[in-house]
């Protein structure tokens, strides 16, 4: 947990406090969290715009905040890591609204659809008649943070395309890229495949939607607040802060060689380390990560944990 980037620590902390409520109010005072927090149907009875926001905190079971919580800590570290905690939180959150929003539509034209089948109406008319079943919409209830888990795979994929990744049960590595069109496919299939499975798959693809967007407007619009490089800024920022640390360090290299100080070799080999590390650093920017050789990558292993 301590090498966890703050925001991304903070949201794994909140799901997992507010599960283990929704569990206790549950079984001790019989208040279920994710009637009241998770997000309603906009046409039922129990919906409130702050579910836009909390639904992302609640979750279904076990496994569904397990396999959320092990996505968040694994893309959402990356990408905070990129982008800096104020732009991460704002992302995550943009997109998990969107996600809902997603899914409230999605959720309204399948009740539209299961109305016009018994009798046909015009949209318009359907509003007035969900309105008189908005006691019996309660059940369309959506929870999780899956849309925002899924956008940040997104943004995993747009800011490291070439990297290669492990995914069960497949054996070989997959790069980024085809992950997430992967990822996308089954959705798609999922959702017109399986409608009644009981998970929210047009809001998964809505927090992507709302997530490509989102970093297309950033990469168009360089000069806004919270404008984006395709990553390479982090990358820029570890070189700067190392050629920082290494002008304080070799400040004094060329006096002391020239006193005959005998600390002027170790100098020397602090500045050569340094060009080195640069250099590795430059690599990435230009190919990627892939592209170092083993000792290249043991070279800036050893660096980062000086």
Known sequence: MPNIPTVTKNLLIINILAFIAMQVLRQVAGIDLNDLCGLHFFMASNFHIYQLVTYMFMHGGWEHIILNMFMLWMFGAVVEHVWGAKKFLFYYIFCGIGAGIM?????????????????????????????????????????????????????????????????????????????????????????????????????????????????????????SEYATNGGTQFFNDLKSKWDRHAHRRDGGASSAHDSGNPDWQYNADKKATQEETDRILDKIRKSGYDSLTKEEKQTLFDQSKK
């Open 103 to 223: 899914q409230e539509i999605a959720q309204f034209f399948w009740v539209y659809y299961m109305l016009n089948g018994q009798q046909p109406l015009a949209i318009s008319e359907s509003f007035s008649v969900m309105q008189q079943l908005s006691v019996q919409l309660d059940g369309l209830t959506t929870v999780g943070a899956s849309g925002a888990i899924y956008a940040l795979l997104l943004a995993f994929g747009m800011l490291f395309p070439e990297q290669k990744m492990f995914i069960i049960p497949i054996p070989i590595p997959i790069k980024a890229k085809w992950m997430i069109l992967g990822s996308i496919a089954v959705e798609l299939f999922s959702a017109m495949a399986t409608p009644g499975d009981n998970v929210a798959h047009l809001a998964h693809l809505g927090g992507m939607v709302f997530g490509f967007f989102l970093i297309r407007y950033w990469r168009s619009h360089p000069g």
